[in-house]
Nanobody, 123 residues
Framework: QVQLVESGGGLVQAGGSLRLSCAAP????????LGWFRQAPGKEREFVAA????????DYADSAKGRFTISRDLAQNTVHLQMNSLNPEDTAVYYC????????????????WGQGTQVTVSS
């Protein structure tokens, strides 16, 4: 069955905001790091943001710093990505993932993935 489920994607105008959510319906990831990645058309998947298992440690891609905020709710076993000041370059399929290492910023550090949610930012 699906490991993680993303939601909250959609179409937004440049300068607008979206809040992505990710849930793990089948198991807990309380000791796992959680992250967001994205893949734009014709591009490779890239790191966006990560949060450690405790919810305290975070890291962001340079393109996301100052605009995106990652957070997790340990009780609800969910992770969120608040995206502000969106621009067309943010258009991509966004994936959430879980890392057994507790924290990670690279694809190879993540073993559990969602199927993605589309974010489209119009000019």
């Amino acid at each position: 069955q699906v490991q993680l489920v993303e939601s909250g994607g959609g179409l937004v105008q440049a300068g607008g905001s979206l809040r992505l959510s990710c849930a793990a319906p089948g198991r807990t990831f309380s000791t796992y790091g959680l992250g967001w990645f994205r893949q734009a058309p014709g591009k490779e998947r890239e790191f966006v943001a990560a949060v450690g298992w405790s919810g305290g440690r975070t890291d962001y891609a340079d393109s996301a710093k100052g605009r995106f905020t990652i957070s997790r709710d340990l009780a609800q076993n969910t992770v969120h990505l608040q995206m502000n000041s969106l621009n067309p370059e943010d258009t991509a399929v966004y994936y959430c993932a879980a890392s057994s290492k507790g924290f990670g910023t690279r694809i190879r550090e993540y073993g559990y993935w969602g199927q993605g949610t589309q974010v489209t930012v119009s000019s």
